[in-house]
């Protein structure tokens, strides 16, 4: 079983930067894959950036390269999401979740899920 808890939404200019944080209990977190995910209202669930077991290999949406940076550490049990250059575009609930699968970008191979951090961007 694994838990994960998100911090670090909030309301953000546009072109500024937030730093999302995402804290896993459990033995086995550095065996997961690790993901953040979007939800904004009406719209469905979007891949925002995945990291590997090891942080060795990323993937990121189209719509976050080159702004957004996925990284983990292992011995904090903790996986974070960088954003510079927000856009309103980008305004969602921010979510965190485990896989099994190597590096998988399908929501339906994430096992764990936190409950999510605000982000709201203003124009």
């Known amino acids: 079983q694994v838990q994960l808890v998100e911090s670090g939404g909030g309301l953000v200019q546009a072109g500024g930067s937030l730093r999302l944080a995402c804290a896993a209990s459990?033995?086995?977190?550095?065996?997961?894959?690790m993901a953040w995910f979007r939800q904004a209202p009406g719209k469905e669930r979007e891949l925002v950036a995945v990291?590997?077991?090891?942080?060795?290999?990323?993937l990121y949406g189209d719509s976050v390269k080159g702004r957004f940076t996925i990284s983990r550490d292992n011995a904090k049990n903790s996986v974070y999401l960088q954003m510079n250059s927000l856009k309103p575009a980008d305004t969602a609930i921010y979510l965190c979740?485990?896989?099994?699968?190597?590096?998988?970008?399908?929501?339906?191979?994430?096992?764990?899920w936190g409950q999510g951090t605000q982000v709201p961007v203003s124009s």
């Open positions: 990291i590997s077991w090891n942080g060795g290999n990323t």
């Open positions: 459990g033995r086995t977190f550095s065996s997961y894959t």
């Open positions: 979740a485990a896989a099994v699968r190597y590096l998988t970008r399908d929501p339906r191979e994430y096992v764990y």
